[in-house]
Antibody, heavy 120, light 107 residues
Framework: EVQLLESGGGLVQPGRYLRLSCAASGFTFSSSAMSWVRQPPGKGLEWVSSISGSGGTTYYADSVKGRFTISRDNPKNTLYLQMNSLRAEDTAIYYC?????????????WGQGTLVTVSS | DIQMTQSPSSLSASVGDRVTITCRASQGINNYLAWFQQKPGKAPKSLIYAASSLQSGVPSKFSGSGSGTDFTLTITSLQPEDFATYYCQQYNSYPLTFGGGTKVETK
C-alpha cells in the first residue's frame, strides 16, 4: 500500500524559511516522479513543483520559482520542499503526491497534507 | 500557461442523479487530463488519468471523456459519498494547471 506522510509544517514569520518532508513507502520511490501541490484555506488546488525519479529534472510554478527548492533522497525514500523567503500568500496545506508510470501522468496517490501558516 | 476552466463551479443534485462536469483547456492538451475528488478536510483523491482511464479501485460509476480542449467527468447514480469537490488538471505541459473546481452539493 502506497503511503505518503508529510511533515514540517507550522507557523513561520514572513521572510523566514521552512522545509517540508514527505516520507514515502509501499512503492519503488526512485522510479516515481513526485509533486507538491498546495491549497490555500478555502481555495482550490495549486501545483507547486515536480521532480523526476532520479531528481535530475525539476519544475516550479512561477509563484515559487527562485524561493522554493524541491529535492529527494532516494535511499531514504523522502521528498523535500525547501521554502525560503516565505510570504503570507504561501499559507496553505501542502500535499505531496506520487506520479504514475514514471512521470507525473496525473498522479495516483496523495499524502494527508501539512499546514504552513506564514504570519507575523 | 494553459488555463483550465471548469463548469459549473457548483451544482445541486440528488441521490441517484447523473451528474456531468465539464473542463475546457485554453489550448489543446491531447488527452493529458486528470480528475480528482476532494472531500472537506481531506486530501484529494485521484479518480481518472489520460482523460478516461480509471485509477485502480475507483468505481465504474465515474467516467471521463474528451480530447483536445473539451473534457467531461460523469458520475452515474450519485451516492451520498460522492458529494465533494471535483478538480481537473492538465499535464500536457508545465506548469501543471488545475481547474477551479466543481462543488457537488445535496439538493
Amino acid at each position: 500500500e502506497v503511503q505518503l506522510l508529510e511533515s514540517g509544517g507550522g507557523l513561520v514569520q514572513p521572510g523566514r524559511y521552512l522545509r517540508l518532508s514527505c516520507a514515502a513507502s509501499g512503492f519503488t520511490f526512485s522510479s516515481s516522479a513526485m509533486s507538491w501541490v498546495r491549497q490555500p484555506p478555502g481555495k482550490g488546488l495549486e501545483w507547486v513543483s515536480s521532480i523526476s525519479g532520479s531528481g535530475g529534472t525539476t519544475y516550479y510554478a512561477d509563484s515559487v520559482k527562485g524561493r522554493f527548492t524541491i529535492s529527494r533522497d532516494n535511499p531514504k525514500n523522502t521528498l523535500y520542499l525547501q521554502m525560503n523567503s516565505l510570504r503570507a500568500e504561501d499559507t496553505a496545506i501542502y500535499y505531496c503526491a506520487k506520479g504514475r508510470d514514471g512521470g507525473w501522468n496525473g498522479g495516483d496517490s496523495w499524502g494527508q497534507g501539512t499546514l504552513v501558516t506564514v504570519s507575523s | 500557461d494553459i488555463q483550465m476552466t471548469q463548469s459549473p463551479s457548483s451544482l445541486s443534485a440528488s441521490v441517484g442523479d447523473r451528474v456531468t462536469i465539464t473542463c475546457r483547456a485554453s489550448q489543446g492538451i491531447n488527452n493529458y487530463l486528470a480528475w480528482f475528488q476532494q472531500k472537506p478536510g481531506k486530501a484529494p483523491k485521484s479518480l481518472i488519468y489520460a482523460a478516461s482511464s480509471l485509477q485502480s479501485g475507483v468505481p465504474s460509476k465515474f467516467s471521463g471523456s474528451g480530447s483536445g480542449t473539451d473534457f467531461t467527468l460523469t458520475i452515474t447514480s450519485l451516492q451520498p459519498e460522492d458529494f465533494a469537490t471535483y478538480y481537473c488538471q492538465q499535464y500536457n505541459s508545465y506548469p501543471l494547471t488545475f481547474g477551479g473546481g466543481t462543488k457537488v452539493e445535496t439538493k
